[in-house]
């Protein structure tokens, strides 16, 4: 893949919203699921955790502990990508809270390019109620679910969402 192959591959992913009612394959899962797993995290510790809702009762539950998104009843597959926090505090005290999310942040990030790469749509969905989410998935006390992130077979938008321009958001050398 050169530059602009990458710039194309970026600029063509977009969240979906709305899926079909096919399953994902366990090859699909497995993908992004490895893909995840080649993410950077802080000291190479890996802070994070997902787990794999396809169960339709559970996925039901967690839209609305998402407050009542429907994308995240309807897409086959919901990872659920938690911070481990004690796997960064073990090694970096409170600087451990930053870094579990950041990696579980990366891990996330992977696992949305990883399905564009296999031409799945996904919508990263970060509202909804973390002890509602919590309760749901059972999830241990030092366990932060960090992200939905559903995945399945949809259709891209016609039209890409706006971006700011670059420069609103680069400063060079001093802010
Ligand atoms: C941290 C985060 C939280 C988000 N939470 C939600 C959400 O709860 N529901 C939703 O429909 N989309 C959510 N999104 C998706 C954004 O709305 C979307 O990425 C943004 O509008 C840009 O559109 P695009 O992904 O199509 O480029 C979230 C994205 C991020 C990165």
Redesign the pocket.
């Known amino acids: 893949m050169d530059s602009s192959d990458f710039s194309g591959f970026c600029t063509s992913?977009?969240?979906v919203?709305e899926f079909d009612d096919d399953p994902l394959s366990e090859e699909e899962i497995s993908y992004i699921l490895s893909c995840a797993s080649t993410a950077p995290s802080a000291g190479n510790l890996e802070a994070w955790d997902v787990v794999v809702v396809t169960d339709e009762e559970t996925r039901s539950a967690l839209a609305e502990a998402?407050f009542s998104?429907d994308?995240v009843e309807h897409a086959p597959v919901i990872f659920v990508v938690c911070s481990n926090y004690v796997r960064s505090m073990s090694r970096y005290g409170e600087r451990g809270i930053l870094y579990g999310l950041e990696d579980a942040t990366i891990a996330c990030t992977y696992m949305m390019l990883a399905a564009h790469a296999e031409k799945l749509q996904s919508?990263?969905?970060?509202?909804f109620d973390d002890d509602d989410v919590r309760e749901i998935l059972s999830l241990p006390p030092h366990i932060r679910p960090v992200?939905l992130l559903a995945v399945g077979k949809g259709h891209p938008p016609a039209q890409?969402?706006d971006r700011m321009r670059i420069g609103e958001h680069v400063h060079r050398e001093t802010w």
């Open positions: 992913r977009s969240s919203r998402a998104q994308h919508c990263w969905t970060g509202a992200s890409h969402t």
